[in-house]
T-cell receptor, first 114, second 116 residues
Framework: AQKVTQAQTEISVVEKEDVTLDCVYE???????LFWYKQPPSGELVFLIR??????QNEISGRYSWNFQKSTSSFNFTITASQVVDSAVYFC???????????FGKGITLSVRP | EAGVVQSPRYKIIEKKQPVAFWCNPI?????LYWYRQNLGQGPELLIR????????DSQLPKDRFSAERLKGVDSTLKIQPAELGDSAVYLC??????????????FGPGTRLLVL
């Protein structure tokens, strides 16, 4: 069985603040893949990043960065200098090498105030 | 390149009525997924197709839900009859092959269903 926990439900920050979204996962498989998706009010899930279990290198893409730590089963997402357009629901998701089913967390609602 | 297309975007029906959702995946993507997203929750897989074959439908409530992907491209998800608890967003996603696992799934805008 696999599980994704996003303990934070809602976060509110003021524009230009940094914010970190937490994600903790559980799986017995040694090969697995982690994802982050953004869901703006329009409803479409927008792919942000994919990470496999063999690559613990952190990644930075513009204002976005991801910290993958197998020792703590975490895959956290940081937005630097947040902007109003970052307001959305953010989902962390997990799938294993054995199948293509994505298991999602419950999502974190991020509100960035001007 | 066009993304995943879904229609309709919104649907309001009375309970016990039938409803159908349509999905056109990204061109060339062999794997198609239907997810249901309840309010305040993450999406949950209903069914996965590899070309025309449904390879994982274990979460599909088969008494009232059906799906098809006749030519391995477009897909239709149907509910008959709809119940109040079916109110949700129905998301379609696609990925290139789905064979290796871990492929990125690209989602459409979803259909918001409200059953009254």
């Amino acid at each position: 069985a696999q599980k994704v926990t996003q303990a934070q439900t809602e976060i509110s920050v003021v524009e230009k603040e940094d914010v970190t979204l937490d994600c903790v996962y559980e799986t017995r498989d040694t090969t697995y893949y982690l994802f982050w998706y953004k869901q703006p009010p329009s409803g479409e899930l927008v792919f942000l990043i994919r990470r496999n279990s063999f690559d613990e290198q952190n990644e930075i893409s513009g204002r976005y960065s991801w910290n993958f730590q197998k020792s703590t089963s975490s895959f956290n997402f940081t937005i630097t200098a947040s902007q109003v357009v970052d307001s959305a629901v953010y989902f962390c998701a997990l799938t294993t090498g054995a199948n293509s089913k994505l298991t999602f967390g419950k999502g974190i609602t991020l509100s960035v105030r001007p | 390149e066009a993304g995943v297309v879904q229609s309709p975007r919104y649907k309001i029906i009375e309970k016990k009525q039938p409803v159908a959702f349509w999905c056109n995946p990204i061109s060339g993507h062999n794997t198609l997924y239907w997810y249901r997203q309840n309010l305040g929750q993450g999406p949950e897989l209903l069914i996965r197709y590899e070309n025309e074959e449904a390879v994982d439908d274990s979460q599909l409530p088969k008494d009232r839900f059906s799906a098809e992907r006749l030519k391995g491209v477009d897909s239709t998800l149907k509910i008959q009859p709809a119940e109040l608890g079916d109110s949700a967003v129905y998301l379609c996603a696609s990925s290139p092959t789905g064979l290796a696992g871990g492929e990125t799934q690209y989602f459409g805008p979803g259909t918001r269903l409200l059953v009254l």
